[in-house]
């Protein structure tokens, strides 16, 4: 760590940053100070971003990091008359090494007899196509849904991540009733938020390539040998994504080796019957649980849960897989979704699904090693951080469990954003350039 400078310096010249250079004591006082001026500092040029500061009167401390260094900002209240001053500390950042996805190729390699696990994210449907699969288009569809509710929420929450807006709505619907406010304003919040769940299904069904043969045989295939790569080493492959890219993937493309847990039931077993009269249940979860190996952690598209047992959708001659899960949905049935705003909230959706509560313990039991793409640990993500972390024993010195995480990043935003959280992670973390990994050839 440099020696602290004073941000008022600023003003004549040392660091070029246009803020006021006193500012005033005052209680939870938020100042933005935007500071885009480059400056010399331990012998490289930093670009610095936006500060924030929250004045308490109190010591506090928050680091907002340029692309190759991190600043920490200390208000340091009371060492000027009538005010308070910001002092600057600048130190590098960036202290994990950047790995590529052949290093985590090396790694599996040099262990044959580890398992290692895949984690997937929204970033992976993404880096299949960013227009279908981003929250900025599954915003301007439901949009354009021309909804007043809807319109209205989105209007006043102005972010795109719909984790974010239901977490709002929760909020709102929870201080209504904390506070004996209007029962109808509630009932109304209430049923917008169950509007913007289905809106959002009805928006991921169809926004999504309408069948498997949408996606390009090559995409397909380098996905595929992508997924094999874990599945190969005895691990399990771990979604939290709704749509059907993984399971066409898997599908279509006969070299891997996959279980979902689903299968079916002879219904007639006590009658002796021949083959072509035996009636067999619908793709039912349970059947080959015990071998599963692809678990979808917030469910999908194909999985629906009729109350006694969570039936699987296939397609068939007559009509393509999309198309029938869009017929159950003109029902009234939708698909098992998790899309509650904070990690508690989800977890607590999760353990009233039987299949949801046996993905996620498995994510929990999981040893060796996992890795991760398109996953990036956001605020809204504490219950995966908390099964690896249970999964990794809690960092306990005992065998049978997950020692090691490499997390792919995709930009140095991504990757400052892992170093600062590094220490919620009871295993040794590596990170490694998600780039490189060429999931989709």
């Not at 009167?57 to 009538?82: D, F, H, M, W, Y």
């Not at 083959?275 to 469910?299: A, C």
Request: glycine share 8%; proline share 4%; net charge negative.
């Amino acid at each position: 760590m440099t020696e602290p400078f004073l941000l008022w310096r600023g003003l004549c010249g040392t660091a070029g940053i246009e803020t006021p250079s006193l500012l005033p004591a005052h209680e939870n006082l938020l100042i933005i100070v935007r500071a885009l001026a480059e400056t010399l500092v331990a012998g490289r040029d930093v670009m610095t971003d936006v500060w924030s500061f929250m004045i308490n009167n109190r010591s506090q401390n928050i680091a907002e990091q340029g692309p190759r260094t991190s600043v920490i900002c200390r208000l340091e209240p009371g060492r000027l008359p009538k005010g308070n001053y910001v002092s600057l500390g600048v130190h590098q950042g960036m202290s994990m090494k950047l790995e590529t996805f052949d290093d985590v190729l090396a790694s599996i390699k040099k262990n044959p007899d580890r398992e290692f696990h895949l984690l997937l994210g929204n970033g992976f449907s993404m880096a299949y196509d960013p227009e279908i699969f981003s929250y900025n288009a599954l915003h301007d569809f439901i949009t354009k849904l021309d909804d007043r509710d809807l319109s209205t929420i989105l209007g006043v929450i102005e972010t795109r991540n719909f984790e974010v807006i239901m977490q709002h709505l929760d909020n709102f619907s929870a201080l209504i009733a904390a506070f004996g406010g209007d029962p109808k304003l509630k009932k109304r919040i209430d049923a917008a938020r169950a509007k913007l769940k289905t809106s959002l299904l009805d928006a991921v069904k169809t926004l999504h390539p309408e069948h498997v043969f949408k996606v390009p045989k090559e995409q397909s295939t380098a996905c595929s040998n992508f997924l094999k790569v874990f599945l190969d080493s005895g691990g399990n492959i771990y979604s939290t994504n709704y749509d059907l890219l993984l399971y066409w993937v898997l599908m279509r493309n006969s070299i891997v080796e996959h279980v979902d847990g689903c299968g079916r039931e002879l219904e007639n077993p006590d009658e002796f019957v021949p083959p072509e009269e035996q009636i067999w249940s619908e793709l039912t979860w349970g059947k080959s649980r015990d071998t599963q190996n692809v678990f979808y952690l917030h469910g999908a598209l194909p999985f629906f849960d009729n109350g006694v047992a969570i039936t699987k959708e296939e397609y068939d001659s007559q009509n393509y897989l999309l198309q029938k899960i869009s017929a159950r949905m003109e029902n009234g049935e939708y698909p098992i979704f998790v899309t509650a705003g904070d990690g508690q909230q989800k977890l607590k959706h999760i353990m009233h699904n039987q299949y949801l509560t046996y993905c996620y313990e498995s994510l929990c039991g999981a040893e060796g090693s996992l890795v991760t793409f398109g996953f990036n640990f956001g605020p809204y993500d504490d219950h995966i951080i908390a099964a690896i972390n249970r999964a990794a024993k809690h960092g306990r010195k005992v065998p049978d469990k997950l020692w090691s995480l490499y997390i792919g990043v995709y930009s140095d935003k991504d990757r400052r954003h892992i170093e600062q959280i590094k220490s919620k992670f009871k295993c040794k973390v590596h990170i490694y350039d998600a780039k490189t990994a060429h999931v989709w050839g």
